[in-house]
């Protein structure tokens, strides 16, 4: 007859071909002869239970668990294990404390089993910590299983510096150890210190699998260290068994598509065999990064229709993506597909539609989704104030933002970002106090908004004080030191600004372009061409950005000459298409020169597809500052067509008139403005006095000190009077 051990033998079979039936008939065989009792066989029908998955199954996991009259440390192990593996991560943890307090004591593969879904529960940090503690005292952290469940979890809840710890005082590593902290290097974003960690554990011999090589690509990817990652695709084909690997070479066309290496991602996928629906989702994520792939894209994604039974969420989220260069009707489909299979009530789809509706302009359209959403989260939230943010719609964030149940530091830094950008400065400082009270650090992202707030305001002080955060809360970050040196700049303090240059460790084009940039604001036009050129020395590719500062720093400085010479080269030496910026920079640089004809001329060849406002307004400006009425009015006509409702333009319009004495034309612009309702918004300056801000408007006579201002005014004048006779009256009455 059979025994015990053949209920064992036999069960893990039933639970492997997943054969819930064959296994309840054991069942009934086991309770009929008895055999129900016995730890063996118990331990057996729970695990088998358990691997079967499902509600009913867990239940059935239980029963035979609390049949066991005696259950010993495997017993406990198979009922943990069974209610993590179905993700009933509490109600494992609870039977983990019911262990121990039944005085069995757990051992090594309890810990492993418990550790890793930790991080997944309330209060999973507090609990792993407990875990730690019960290692310590019962002497089992020098099992490397242990140890390494114990650094995956402190990964988990973003305690590196405990990592780090138990792997220094491990004395044995293995390869899954070495892989656990390279992994949760890149996990919590420290590329950097992933690579070193990579470069040591090839010093101990060791040989890296498919998992080192993984997280390596993802940190190299972070960094967008290619010439790393090159090597590392080396080194896979240098050893065949690793081109076996389907996730190692899905790891490589992610790579290559993050550092914007198509061909070599596109090269990477063909050479997988056995591809599977993360292969062919990491390619179509590289198609959708540009829109020169699109009909690459449609072609894979036809391939993959055939070669992959179902599209899953993550195909949808590129198709979507895709679909913003394609425009609104896609958009559209792809938000009808998703409401057909189901998709929209996946929080990242339906957050990826809102995206692209806003990317296409169709705010409302993101609104009607948003408001049919029957689930959202913080992120559902989060994006439809990006919508908001990119369209200026300040009311309409401020009232999603203040019925969030639940706001994170990506909320606060929209809604900073959107009051900086419309110039609401005393709203943004308000907030940035708010999320502080609130117990949020701000990050890079907070500065670097708050520092926009500070330039409207032209507040060295401010800026000042943005440093010192900076330097006290360690934010390193090369954008981020960009936007201050900019700041600085702004605030008209280059001094700091070519400080903060020279101490910069790392000095790539970002922080370059910000310092050419500072310089050609100043009217430092020598400066920042001799800057450019130290760029050139250091093999640091120019973009169009550095190449408009250049060019603004010329048409400023009035370097024509050197400035044509820089445009040309753009596109025969650099590579670089000329955008709209570079030609409204040209239209400038010739027309403050005084060639308003020439300028006239390159503004009329300028492709289509750059053709801007600012080109025309440049031109317009100079013909007022220069007396040319014809030049003048052909470039405001054009100024009209493009920017109706800019005032700025017909105010210019009609000072150039009537400086040449025209004064019908000067009535007729003025009976245009009327009739589109244009008014002048009242000028205003201020400054800032012992750390306040003064702010004075056009025929305002409201501020605090207004009396003790217009006495020194009065005694001012009187002393100009005295000292220039009576042509002072006239100056500063007009500055009054």
């Not at 390596?216 to 065949?240: E, K, M, S, W």
Request: proline share 2%; with cysteine; charged share 20%.
């Amino acid at each position: 007859m059979p025994t015990a051990v053949t209920v064992a033998v036999v069960l893990p079979v039933c639970a492997k071909l997943r054969v819930l039936r064959a296994g309840r008939s054991i069942h009934g065989y086991v309770i009929k002869t008895g055999l129900e009792f016995d730890t063996l066989s118990g331990n057996a029908l729970v695990s088998m239970y358990a691997k079967c998955g499902g509600s009913i199954a867990m239940d059935d996991a239980h029963l035979a668990f609390s049949t066991i009259c005696c259950k010993d440390v495997v017993s406990w192990n198979s009922i943990i294990a069974g209610y993590s593996e179905n993700g009933l991560f509490e109600e494992a943890l609870a039977l983990f404390g019911q262990m121990i307090s039944e005085e069995c004591l757990p051992n090594y593969s309890t810990l492993a089993n418990v550790l890793p879904f930790c991080s997944l529960v309330e209060y999973g940090r507090h609990y792993g910590k407990e875990i730690h503690g019960f290692v310590v005292r019962h002497g089992l952290e020098m099992d490397i299983s242990v140890s390494n469940a114990l650094m995956a979890h402190y990964s988990k809840v973003c305690e590196m510096r405990a990592v780090e710890s138990i792997f220094r005082s491990s004395k044995m590593g293995d390869i899954i150890t070495w892989n656990t902290v390279i992994a949760g290097y890149v996990m919590n974003r420290y590329p950097s210190r992933a690579l070193k960690l990579f470069q040591g554990l090839l010093f101990t011999g060791m040989a890296p699998d498919s998992v080192s090589l993984i997280s390596l690509l993802t940190a190299c990817a972070q960094v967008g260290n290619l010439r790393v990652g090159i090597r590392v695709h080396g080194y896979i084909f240098r050893h065949p068994e690793l081109l076996q690997e389907t996730s190692l070479m899905n790891a490589l066309v992610s790579f290559y598509s993050q550092c914007d290496r198509f061909d070599a991602a596109f090269r990477s996928f063909i050479t997988i065999q056995n591809k599977d629906s993360v292969s062919w989702n990491a390619i179509l994520s590289a198609c959708a990064n540009s829109e020169h792939h699109i009909e690459q894209f449609f072609r894979l994604l036809g391939e993959m229709w055939h070669d992959v039974t179902q599209w899953d969420s993550v195909t949808i989220l590129n198709i979507i993506r895709m679909s913003t260069f394609c425009g609104i009707k896609m958009v559209r489909e792809s938000h009808g597909y998703s409401l057909r299979v189901g998709y929209t009530g996946d929080s990242s789809v339906a957050n990826a539609i809102l995206d692209a509706y806003a990317k296409c302009g169709y705010l409302h359209d993101a609104e009607t989704l948003f408001r049919s959403l029957a689930v959202r989260n913080i992120v559902t939230d989060n994006t439809m104030i990006s919508c908001y943010l990119k369209n200026n719609c300040v009311e309409d964030a401020e009232m999603t933002f203040n019925h969030m149940a639940e706001k994170d530091l990506t909320t606060w830094n929209l809604m900073s970002r959107l009051y900086a950008q419309n110039d609401l400065c005393d709203q943004a400082f308000c907030l940035f106090h708010q999320l502080q009270s609130e117990g949020l650090n701000p990050d890079t992202i907070s500065i670097t908004n708050i520092l926009l707030a500070c330039i409207h305001l032209s507040s060295v002080q401010l800026v000042k004080q943005c440093h010192g955060y900076m330097l006290r809360a360690s934010l390193e970050d090369i954008h981020l030191e960009a936007a201050l040196l900019d700041a600085y700049s702004k605030c008209g303090n280059i001094a700091n600004a070519y400080n903060l240059f020279q101490v910069s460790p790392h000095k790539d084009l970002v922080i370059f372009t910000a310092m050419i940039g500072a310089y050609a604001m100043h009217g430092m036009a020598e400066k920042a061409v001799e800057l450019f050129s130290k760029m050139l020395t250091l093999d640091i590719k120019p973009d169009h950005v550095v190449l408009t500062a250049l060019l603004s720093a010329c048409s400023h400085a009035g370097l024509v000459d050197a400035g044509i010479k820089i445009f040309k080269s753009i596109r025969e030496i650099y590579g670089v298409e000329p955008t709209e910026e570079h030609c409204a920079c040209m239209v400038d640089l010739l027309a403050r020169s005084g060639r308003l004809q020439d300028a006239y001329n390159f503004a009329l060849d300028m492709p289509p597809h750059v053709v801007n406002a600012n080109a025309w307004g440049s031109l317009l400006g100079a013909c007022k500052v220069h007396g040319e009425v014809k030049i003048g009015q052909l470039a405001a006509d054009r100024l009209f067509s493009m920017e109706a409702e800019d005032i700025g333009n017909y105010v210019i319009m009609s000072n150039i008139f009537a400086a040449d004495d025209k004064w019908e034309s000067v009535e007729h612009v003025r009976k245009l403005m009327k009739s589109k309702d244009m008014k002048k918004p009242a000028g205003c300056s201020w400054i800032e006095v012992e750390k306040t801000r003064h702010l004075f408007v056009a025929s305002d006579v409201q501020h605090q000190d207004r009396f003790s201002i217009y006495d020194v005014l009065g005694s001012l004048y009187q002393q100009i009077r005295g000292t220039q006779g009576g042509t002072a009256h006239f100056v500063v009455t007009y500055e009054l």
